[in-house]
């Protein structure tokens, strides 16, 4: 079902949706995921954010029969986007009328991927986890593969990592940003770094058109676990600045909770 954001302030002048979809069946105790359910969740999620009784009727709202279309994915080894929420997205976007052959799912090699080469549409889907650089990995990270000097954004804590939404490649052509928060990881050190007992079964979904709002919310997603964990030894570090950095400076989206619905 769609789950409201009680615990995060809004207004009747919200400037951008968030919608967040959880359910209790989405994985089960071994951490495989349910694919009915998910495809439930996409659907229900994207009905709820552009206010369409179909799930169908919204992807065809968003997607072309002649798009091309370029799904851009996580590979990261230990919690990469779940093979079963890139089937949920691919199949509404056939759905929508788009050909097999011009759908690609694809991360670390889209500036070689012939598809995103020539994409005229893209969809943004990765897992929400914390990040030694950048505090946190959300939808603005997940863009940094169609750069080729990945190094480039690592400086003062991935501070820019907003700017990436305005290279020509991604500009424009994102229909939708999808943030994993199905088994996130609330905590880390060094680079790589993965523990099993980092990581909880949330069983949810992010999905907006506001990259820099869904990072928002999947931030707050992470504080709240934290603190239950942690108590007061919760303080994040780095604590993630590229979000309001990315709205303020590089105005591709808001930051701001209390404008956030």
């Known amino acids: 079902t769609a789950v409201g ?3 995060f302030p809004s207004d009747s002048q919200a400037k951008s949706r968030v919608v967040l979809i959880r359910h209790p069946k989405a994985l089960d105790e071994n951490y495989t995921f ?3 359910i998910i495809q439930q969740m996409v659907d229900e999620a994207v009905m709820a954010l552009f206010e369409k009784k179909n799930s169908v009727e919204v992807f065809r709202s968003l997607f072309k029969p002649d798009d091309i279309v370029g799904i851009k994915s996580n590979v990261w080894n230990y919690i990469p986007t779940p093979a079963e929420l890139e089937k949920a997205i691919k199949r509404r976007i056939l759905d929508a009328g788009v050909k097999n052959k011009n759908i690609s799912i694809d991360d670390r090699k889209v500036r070689d991927n012939p598809i995103f080469q020539k994409a005229t549409a893209l969809i943004n889907v990765r897992p929400l986890r914390t990040h030694y650089l950048a505090g946190m990995s959300g939808c603005l990270k997940n863009l940094i593969t169609f750069i080729k000097e990945w190094h480039s954004i690592h400086p003062n ?3 820019n990592l907003g700017k990436l939404a305005l290279i020509p490649e991604v500009k ?8 994993s928060v199905l088994t996130p990881q609330f905590h880390g050190r060094g680079p790589h770094h993965f523990n099993r007992r980092y990581v909880w079964d949330y069983k949810g979904i992010l999905v907006g058109t506001d990259p820099v709002a869904i990072d928002a919310i999947g931030l707050q997603i992470l504080l709240a676990k934290r603190k239950e ?3 007061n030894r919760s303080r994040m570090s780095p604590m993630p600045k590229y979000i309001k950095i990315a709205d303020e400076k590089h105005g591709v989206g808001t930051s701001d909770l209390n404008k956030i619905n």
């Open 5 to 7: 954001l009680p615990s």
């Open 157 to 159: 804590n991935c501070a």
């Open 34 to 36: 349910n694919g009915r």
């Open 172 to 179: 424009g052509k994102i229909r939708l940003h999808i943030l």
């Open 229 to 231: 964990y942690f108590g």
